[in-house]
Nanobody, 115 residues
Framework: QVQLVESGGGLVQAGGSLRLSCAISGGIFGIRTMGWYRQAPGKQRELVATISIGGTTNYADSVKGRFTISRDNAKNTVPLQMNSLEPEDTGVYYC?????????WGQGTQVTVSS
């Protein structure tokens, strides 16, 4: 049974930092990408950042230069370091893992940035 569990969300002032983590468990084969998406109130879920199994990263334009995605293979986690946070970064952040045939999602963690 594949499980993705997010942690690290919370309330932070604009300009501050948070570090999210996604713990991945279960037997998974054929991983293509791992990443983070977010959904603000009243908006569609959008890509934040992804990292391929080969280490290639991809970021939304709105977070480039502020967020960094990485992989910790030893701990089986996908951290997302978020710096210089803005109120527009507020939303529920979801961890995602894609194989050649399936997309897995975590339950999400709330990030709130106050102005």
């Amino acid at each position: 049974q594949v499980q993705l569990v997010e942690s690290g969300g919370g309330l932070v002032q604009a300009g501050g930092s948070l570090r999210l983590s996604c713990a991945i468990s279960g037997g998974i084969f054929g991983i293509r990408t791992m990443g983070w998406y977010r959904q603000a109130p009243g908006k569609q879920r959008e890509l934040v950042a992804t990292i391929s199994i080969g280490g290639t990263t991809n970021y939304a334009d709105s977070v480039k230069g502020r967020f960094t995605i990485s992989r910790d293979n030893a701990k089986n986690t996908v951290p997302l370091q978020m710096n210089s946070l803005e109120p527009e970064d507020t939303g529920v952040y979801y961890c995602n893992l894609r194989t050649w045939s399936t997309s897995y999602w975590g339950q999400g963690t709330q990030v709130t940035v106050s102005s």
